[in-house]
């Protein structure tokens, strides 16, 4: 066993070889602080046949146990990965996956598990780290190694490697891996950062991560196996060579002549059924089948000369497949309120690209619980995403969501977080759904733009509208060419993938895929400017559907009251086993939400009956104050005063001498049982209230009426002091009622 460490923004990483997984092609364990990660990297020993890619696997096992939990299903045992240990798995698959030879068909497995986690230091970077450092040592063909970092701003600086405490105060959260020489991966979510920041961010992320690819290159050279030889299956390549000459003439004509995409897709069909005919022919007419044409390299033939002129033509011609230049937009458009009786809903179009975006509101009951290794319990704020097969033309089975889906849904939900308003401002548990109804290219920026619809149109009031575009890259020697709004085609010939959403004054996400080995600053740098051109077009299609948050919610939207109260009487509100807020519910027919601080939400399906409740709930909580008018019912008569029922679930009591602005000489005469009466609360003692009716009569202050209330004397004589009755038997009532109300 070996351990090597090093120092990444300022805190020690170190790399142990050596222990555990002897039987993994390749296994280590990476430690910062109490966080560690174990990752191990295995090849199967024959490649896969029949088929046309890269068999790599990534997944990331998020045990409970890291942080000394057990999980809270019915087996106590882990399930399906979470979708935060499925988006860990994508960013590490991400990385990995362009340094692998592109020819290779045997089954690549990499597997992370967190085997502790101190709340401090983040799993994903030490992933990338862990995984790469797994292959190094192991005898996997790969190019590497990777690792990767987390950039953090607070208070206007940088800091490389931040802490999840740290990152609370952030308004930068971004994430980078690449090799030596490049970044190859980016995911970042933000609170409108300015480009020229963002571009700082990636060259300092890296800059931070060299130390650690140079360990990794020293681990390797010390303890790392020898690679094993791998079969190529590249297929005859004089065959995909012969039939790319073949076509390539007639592929140029096609992509000339035809810039919209069904007729494109057509033509090029009808390409493919001929080459078919003619290649399965000259099969038929050769009797040994071991020189039959393989269908499959027929085709990677058309593919090869299909990629090659739509390269060529983008960074030769300067045009691409469905005739734009490099920065022109397809049409755009933008819709909301389409339908009915949701809380809010909206459509976005881009060329062939249709999102349409739902939002639900709901109470803070309706936050989803987390179970996994994160700070956070809950949110309220959701993205779900959907990719259904007809949006492209296609059918397949319809089976749960795949991590693509939910890679996509956290990108949107990451654009646009920083923008929701806070729960105190707008306590709503927020559920937006974005239906794919149409692809063709940069579907999760479509819905970026149809979640910002949609929340204008539910009146969720977002501080600013967010729109997203997806920049491509098109690389060919030293001839480069960045492409603003990418579709289909593009994105899969194309060398990269480049998400970036955000308001008029900043960036709020990122996210970058790439086919090759890196991109450089300049590329990065070029992508966001152009970026931010084409994301204040989109902006001004959008506010030109809806210009700003509707004043109002939906009819159908739930409306939600928060009061506070104090911890301590949350008991009085909710009851005996729930009697009592069981008893508001059901009487007002609203939902009531109690958190642990004393906020509670009352939501309702109008204004009036969320009223009631709150009327109730801060009667039964809500402390007498000395001096304040309230109206009361009278709930018991004694002879020596009315007790008045003033808050709900509240009595104090009015002396004889305070009930009338005149001699009162029996309670009955003045008032009666459910006699409604204002009453001023005057004193509060241990519990006890005393009320006058007189002082609001009189219009006297608190302080005026004790002076005049005489609880072991005789009765008040109105305007003046009676002193008759100082002696009499109703006096000595009127002593012993205040004795008793003392008491």
């Known amino acids: 066993m070996r351990t090597y460490t090093t120092e990444i923004g300022g805190k020690q990483l170190s790399i142990e070889v050596g222990r555990l997984a002897e039987q993994a092609g390749g296994a280590v364990l990476v430690r910062m602080g109490d966080t560690t990660v174990f990752a191990t990297a295995t090849m199967s020993s024959k490649p896969r046949e029949g088929i046309d890619f890269f068999p790599l696997s990534v997944d990331y096992e998020e045990k409970l146990y890291a942080a000394g939990r057990i999980p809270g299903s019915f087996f106590r045992r882990e399930g399906k990965p979470t979708e935060g240990a499925v988006l860990v798995s994508r960013v590490c698959d991400r990385t990995l996956r362009p340094l692998f030879p592109k020819d290779m068909r045997n089954d690549v497995q990499v597997i992370l598990t967190a085997f502790s986690h101190d709340q401090e230091h983040y799993i994903d970077m030490m992933g990338i780290i862990a995984a790469s450092s797994a292959l190094m040592i192991s005898n996997i063909p790969w190019n590497g190694p990777v690792a990767g970092v987390r950039i953090g701003m607070i208070d206007g600086e940088f800091v490389v490697n931040p802490t999840m405490p740290q990152m609370e105060d952030s308004i930068l959260d971004l994430r980078v891996s690449g090799t030596e020489d490049a970044i190859n991966m980016v995911e970042c979510g933000a609170v409108e950062v300015p480009e020229d920041t963002m571009i700082q961010a990636l060259k300092l992320a890296h800059e931070s991560i060299q130390p650690v690819i140079a360990l ?55 390409l493919r059924a001929r080459l078919d005919e003619e290649y399965e022919a000259r099969n038929a007419a050769i009797e040994d089948p071991l020189q039959w044409a393989a269908m499959k390299d027929v085709h990677e033939g058309l593919e090869e000369a299909l990629k090659d002129e739509v390269r060529r033509r983008i960074v030769e011609d300067g045009v691409r497949p469905d005739g734009r230049d490099f920065t022109t937009i397809r049409p755009l458009s933008a819709e909301v309120g389409l339908i009915p009786r949701v809380h809010g809903s909206g459509l976005f179009k881009r060329g062939q690209t249709q999102v349409l975006t739902i939002a ?132 899969h010939l194309g060398d990269m993938d480049f998400k970036v959403a955000g308001t008029v004054d900043g960036i709020t996400a990122l996210q970058m895929d790439i086919k090759i080995s890196g991109v450089s600053d300049e590329v990065l740098t070029r992508a966001l400017a152009q970026a931010r051109e084409a994301r204040l077009q989109i902006l001004d299609v959008i506010k030109s559907a809806i210009a700003e948050p509707r004043a109002e919610l939906s009819d159908y939207a739930p409306r939600m009251t928060v009061i506070k109260i104090d911890p301590e009487k949350i008991g009085m509100v909710i009851g005996p086993g729930g009697k009592t807020v069981r008893s508001i519910q059901d009487s007002t027919g609203v939902k009531i939400d109690i958190q642990e601080d004393g906020t509670i939400f009352v939501a309702g399906a109008d204004g009036p009956s969320a009223a009631r409740a709150v009327e109730r709930i801060q009667g039964m909580t809500e402390d007498a104050e000395i001096g304040r008018i309230y109206t009361g019912k009278v709930v018991r008569i004694e002879p020596y005063g009315a007790f008045v029922e003033f808050l709900p679930g509240k009595e104090g009591m009015v002396h004889i001498s305070q009930l009338a602005d005149y001699r009162v000489n029996s309670v009955e005469d003045e008032v009666s049982m459910g006699d409604e009466i204002m009453v001023m609360v005057t004193d509060v003692n241990d519990g006890k209230v005393r009320l006058s009716r007189q002082a609001v009569l009189e219009g006297w202050t608190a302080e005026e009426a004790r002076a005049k209330d005489r609880p072991s004397g005789g009765r008040s004589g109105g305007r003046g002091n009676d002193r008759r009755g100082g002696g009499g038997r109703g006096d000595r009532r009127g002593g012993g009622g205040g004795g008793r109300d003392r008491s």
Do not use: W
Request: charged share 30%; aromatic share 4%.
């Open 360 to 491: 639900t509101l709901g109470t803070p009951r309706d936050s989803q619980e987390l179970d996994d290794l994160g700070a956070e319990d809950s949110k309220r704020y959701l993205h779900h995403y959907n990719f259904p097969p007809y949006s492209t033309g296609e059918t397949r089975p319809m089976r749960s969501t795949s991590r693509r889906e939910i890679g996509h849904g956290a990108l949107a939900e990451t654009a646009l977080r920083s923008m929701i308003p806070p729960e105190d401002e707008f306590p709503y548990t927020i559920r937006l759904v974005s239906e794919v109804v149409s692809s063709n290219g940069s579907t999760s920026m479509g819905s970026v733009c149809g979640s910002t619809l949609a929340l204008m149109d539910a009146g969720v009031p977002i501080k600013k509208p967010v729109a997203g575009i997806a920049m491509g890259l098109i690389k060919e020697g030293d001839n480069v060419a960045v492409l603003t709004d990418i579709q289909g085609m593009e994105d």
């Open 216 to 270: 990794q290159k020293q681990i390797q050279s010390e303890v790392g196996k020898a690679k094993d030889e791998y079969v190529s299956k590249k297929g005859d390549t004089a065959l995909v060579s012969e039939v790319a000459d073949k076509v390539r003439a007639e592929v140029r004509q096609i992509l000339a002549s035809q810039t919209e995409r069904d007729a494109r897709n057509e033509a090029l069909d009808a």
